[in-house]
Structures are given as structure tokens and as C-alpha cells.
């Protein structure tokens, strides 16, 4: 079965660092997106990207994050400049739209320590 | 503000026993509601998708409901197996810009499942 692939799956790094979070969607699928989960939190929606483009983005997804489709297969999350607050899970999801599937395949999440 | 409350927040069940999971959602425009099985650090896997027109649709041992009048869904374990024990979340879709649907989590419910 298709699979949504993140890496690394454990990122520890230093406040104010810069990370960046790889994700390699389903070949087929159009639509991605990245959602992150404080401990302990609710699954929060960061921001969709189609088109090559950004098509929404939440309150949480300021000017320290960005979105990169660099290549055919990757789908990037970049902090610039990390907080205590950003240590979460980070996960990626990817969908093809289709007349008779809703589906969203997540990914196993990246999970991200900032100390 | 779109939100959706999941009851209990977590409830033990001995193997072989059948539990249900509330879930409770004021979402607008409503597109469609998702049922989501997450292992402990790992990304949601999809059990069931329920559109507006659906009132009830299974996957196995596991069988979802929707009453869109009510706003109100609910996730039933049959013949609860210790492979159960997870959190168990509703989402629910909402029709939003150009990348399809936006999903709102809950917070889950935990189950576990005891031998």
C-alpha cells in the first residue's frame, strides 16, 4: 500500500536553529499538507499547499514557517528560527481528489524536540 | 469557530467486550466526517469516511454512525481485540479553498484494551 514517508522521525535541535522537515507524499496525489500535535494537544492544521502553491495556511503558520515542493517527490516544512512552543509532532498528509475517495494518508510524523 | 468534542476522553474495555466512542462537532460547511485509529507516535490511519447523505458505514469490527441533524457521530468496537488499544479520533471535513477540505480534529479518545 502506498505510503507517505517523513524523515527524520526524531529531530532534536537548539532554540532559535533552523530545521526542516521532509516529507515524500504518494506519487499520484495533488494535495498536500502539514499538521502538527503539541503532547498531549489536538491534531492542528498548519497549512495546504496545491498547485505549487500555498492554498491556506492557519494562524499558527506565521513568517517563521515556509513550504517547499523543491522537486517532483518532496514536500518540505522549514522553522527558521525555532521556539521552545515548536516542539511537537509534525505530520504530513497527501490526497487525490477523487469522485468517489476523500482519502488523506498521513504520514508517521516527525517529531521535533527544540531545547 | 469549528470544533469537535469526543467523549470519553478515555475508557478501559476487556478483550472481547464492545465499547462506543462519542463524538460531538460544530464544523460549517460541513463536507464529510472521518474516524482516525492513532498508535502512540505514530501518523492517524483512516477507519472510516462518512459523507452528509451516510448514516452508518463499518470496517470490520468497527462501525461509525452520522446524524447530521444532531451533529453527532459515534465509532463502536465490536469483539474489542488488545491490537484496539489506541486513540481513537474523529475529524471532520469542511469545505475550504482550493486544496479541498480542511480537517478539525478532536482530541481522541484512548482506549485500552485489557486481556
Known amino acids: 500500500e502506498p505510503e507517505v514517508t517523513q524523515t527524520p522521525s526524531h529531530q532534536v535541535t537548539q532554540m532559535g536553529q533552523e530545521v526542516i522537515l521532509r516529507c515524500v507524499p504518494i506519487s499520484n496525489h495533488l494535495y498536500f499538507y502539514w499538521y502538527r500535535q503539541i503532547l498531549g494537544q489536538k491534531v492542528e492544521f498548519l497549512v495546504s499547499f496545491y498547485n505549487n502553491e500555498i492554498s491556506e495556511k492557519s494562524e499558527i503558520f506565521d513568517d517563521q514557517f515556509s513550504v517547499e515542493r523543491p522537486d517532483g517527490s518532496n514536500f518540505t516544512l522549514k522553522i527558521r528560527s525555532t521556539k521552545l512552543e515548536d516542539s511537537a509532532m509534525y505530520f504530513c498528509?497527501?490526497?487525490?481528489?477523487?469522485?468517489?475517495?476523500?482519502?488523506?494518508?498521513f504520514g508517521s510524523g516527525t517529531r521535533l524536540t527544540v531545547v | 469557530k469549528n470544533q469537535v468534542e469526543q467523549s470519553p476522553q478515555s475508557l478501559i474495555i476487556l478483550e472481547g467486550k464492545n465499547c462506543t466512542l462519542q463524538c460531538n462537532y460544530t464544523v460549517s460547511p460541513f463536507s464529510n466526517l472521518r474516524w482516525y485509529k492513532q498508535d502512540t507516535g505514530r501518523g492517524p490511519v483512516s477507519l472510516t469516511i462518512?459523507?452528509?447523505?451516510?448514516n452508518t458505514k463499518s470496517n470490520g469490527r468497527y462501525t461509525a454512525t452520522l446524524d447530521a441533524d444532531t451533529k453527532q457521530s459515534s465509532l463502536h468496537i465490536t469483539a474489542s481485540q488488545l491490537s484496539d488499544s489506541a486513540s481513537y479520533i474523529c475529524?471532520?471535513?469542511?469545505?475550504?479553498?482550493?486544496?479541498?477540505?480542511?480537517?478539525?480534529f478532536g482530541g481522541g479518545t484512548r482506549v485500552l484494551v485489557k486481556p
Open positions: 462518512m459523507t452528509f447523505s451516510e
Open positions: 498528509a497527501s490526497r487525490r481528489e477523487t469522485q468517489d475517495s476523500y482519502g488523506y494518508t
Open positions: 475529524v471532520v471535513s469542511a469545505r475550504s479553498g482550493a486544496a479541498g477540505n480542511k480537517l478539525t
